[in-house]
């Protein structure tokens, strides 16, 4: 009797989400979190790097940098490891390593050796969030994983509030060290229960032609009622060639190309508000505690519009929600500049422009995630947010670049939303390019 052929992803589909699924999302979920509250806490740190130090614009736009360096290479490295050695692996230990350097930051004792060891806990912090992602979409029915991956995504954003919540008390009350040992004590606690409940990706198994009984004693844990009895498991077939080079083809190379400038132009955005905000706001004359709670405003609002974002790309054309999404945040960019002086208009705007451009980069997390097929999907999405961090690098030092040129700050942010404007153009440019589906084969 020949083998019965089951389709990985078919189990998946064909069953309701298991308690199982929902604690690897809900994992991959504390990892994202815990990324979000050690990369935004450097910009809520700032002021009181400031204060201590005597440290200029000119000193925090390297120390910015340096940690975004580190999130590209760690992305550009972890990434096609992923797809070579598995997802669990690469997430738990760049979780430990993230983790360990985080806390060593808190011991730096100027703004030099800072900057070097946020480069270290940066290369860290690149390699979990893409690993978390990937895991977690391979574990999602089809018809949900937009919404679930942005739901699991949803972690940096609430870390990154966090982070600005924590820095309000912590910092007053231990310092910024304080904040940096929080950030560092919370993934190493978090890794026992990584090992303990995080399985190999199914689908990866498959793809790298693993044993059926593994794979299927990996689907049974997460689809209990599976009935895999003497079945062999079908995934697309692996094309040949490097994990990178597999971007650009069978259809992908386009497609490639406008996820990396949406990516580039998004974490510009991004990282532009969130490093410099802090600064902007006490320069307005807030308080210190005052401008880590309107900060935290900008990442609360991108778990709203996560989660909303989320909903409407499972329900309607994703591209064109995305691309929507990023014009509503450049729109609130532009307010940004005009309300400094009116608190409840710039909490508004802050709001307004994390629902928008944070909102979205969950969202084109989610898009890249399904984009790409499982042999090269871990690749796919660490390089596209390895971009990112390209423009990430770039958008936390232009803002002192932007400053230094003595405009006012209606001309700044007009300037900080032209890469939004950009994103939206490169999402409706790839929704006009589909993309045809993989052959598939049986794993041997």
């Excluded at 201590?52 to 910015?64: I, M």
């Excluded at 350097?101 to 690149?126: E, H, K, N």
């Excluded at 490639?256 to 580039?264: C, D, E, S």
Aim: proline letters at 6%; aromatic letters at 10%; charged letters at 10%.
């Amino acid at each position: 009797m020949s083998p019965r052929i089951v389709d990985v992803q078919a189990v998946f589909d064909s069953h309701p989400l298991s308690a199982r699924q929902k604690l690897v999302i809900a994992l991959c979920f504390l990892v994202v979190a815990i990324d979000g509250f050690d990369t935004a806490a450097i910009g809520f740190i700032a002021p009181a790097l400031r204060a201590q130090w005597g440290a200029t614009p000119a000193d925090l736009g390297p120390l910015f940098g340096a940690g975004l360096f580190g999130l590209m290479a760690g992305a550009f490295v972890f990434g096609p490891l992923a797809d070579r050695v598995g997802r669990k692996p690469v997430l738990v230990a760049t979780t430990i390593f993230f983790g360990i350097a985080t806390y060593a930051s808190s011991f730096a004792g100027d703004v030099q050796t800072l900057t070097a060891l946020r480069f270290i806990t940066g290369i860290g912090l690149g390699g979990a969030m893409p690993a978390a992602i990937t895991l977690t979409a391979e574990v999602c029915p089809q018809g949900r994983r937009s919404s679930l991956v942005t739901l699991m995504f949803c972690g940096f954003t609430i870390g990154s509030a966090a982070a600005g919540l924590a820095a309000s008390h912590v910092v007053a009350a231990f310092g910024w060290q304080g904040l940096l040992m929080l950030g560092g004590v919370l993934p190493l606690v978090l890794t026992p229960l990584l090992i303990w409940g995080l399985p190999e990706s199914a689908r990866y198994l498959a793809s790298r032609k693993g044993h059926p009984a593994r794979i299927a004693a990996v689907l049974k844990r997460l689809v209990p009622e599976a009935d895999l009895d003497g079945a062999t498991f079908m995934v697309p077939l692996r094309p040949a060639g490097s994990p990178v080079s597999r971007l650009f083809k069978d259809g992908l190379a386009m497609g490639t190309v406008f996820i990396w400038i949406t990516f580039f132009m998004s974490l510009l955005v991004f990282y532009l508000l969130s490093s410099w905000l802090p600064l902007l706001i006490t320069s307005a004359g807030f308080s210190m505690a005052n401008a880590s709670l309107m900060g935290a405003t900008l990442a609360t609002g991108g778990t709203i519009g996560a989660v909303i974002i989320g909903r409407l790309m499972d329900r309607y054309e994703p591209h064109k929600v995305l691309a929507l999404s990023y014009v509503v945040a450049g729109l609130f960019v532009v307010l940004l500049g005009n309300a400094v002086s009116v608190p409840w208009l710039l909490v508004l705007a802050i709001f307004g422009a994390g629902f928008g451009v944070a909102g979205a980069q969950v969202g084109i997390n989610a898009l890249a995630a399904g984009f790409y097929p499982t042999a090269s999907r871990a690749t796919g999405v660490s390089w596209a947010n390895a971009v990112g961090r390209t423009g990430s690098v770039l958008g936390s030092m232009i803002g002192g670049v932007l400053l230094s040129f003595g405009w006012p700050l209606s001309t700044v942010f007009a300037a900080a939303a032209v890469p939004a404007f950009i994103a939206a153009l490169a999402m409706l440019a790839k929704a006009a390019r589909p993309v045809r589906a993989p052959a598939s084969a049986p794993a041997e």
